[in-house]
């Protein structure tokens, strides 16, 4: 499975950036999906989870109110909606999603988009 992330960049504080994770490979089932970012000097975090199975999603709370996760099945992709952006959420954002093979549980990883929220 490849784990490919778009949709960073540069924004404005109090810009919006919409950032996509699609998945792709042969033989899985994707069930799980998230969106960390880590800050240079910092500990990568988590921003936000989606189940897929039913919709359950979950919010740092830096994230909450600001940020949208949402997945489109049939196109095996999960957004990161982020609106009000701030300076603070500079980071690379980076995309996880768990899948089943052969009735197998594993995770994967892009490589990260770049987002940068200047003042």
């Known amino acids: 499975v490849q784990v490919v992330e778009s949709g960073g960049g540069l924004v404005q504080s109090g810009g919006s950036l919409r950032l996509s994770c699609t998945a792709s490979g042969s033989n899985f089932d994707t069930k799980f999906g998230a969106w960390y970012r880590q800050a240079p000097g910092e500990r990568r975090e988590m921003v936000a989870s989606l189940l897929y199975f039913n919709g359950l999603a979950d919010y740092a709370e830096s994230a909450k109110g600001r940020f949208t996760i949402s997945v489109d099945d049939a196109e095996n992709t999960v957004y990161l909606q982020m609106n009000n952006l701030k300076p603070e959420d500079t980071a690379v954002y980076y995309c996880?999603?768990?899948?089943?093979?052969?009735?197998?549980?594993?995770?994967?990883w892009g490589q990260g988009t770049q987002v940068t929220v200047s003042s």
């Open positions: 996880k999603v768990m899948v089943s093979e052969d009735l197998v549980l594993r995770d994967y």
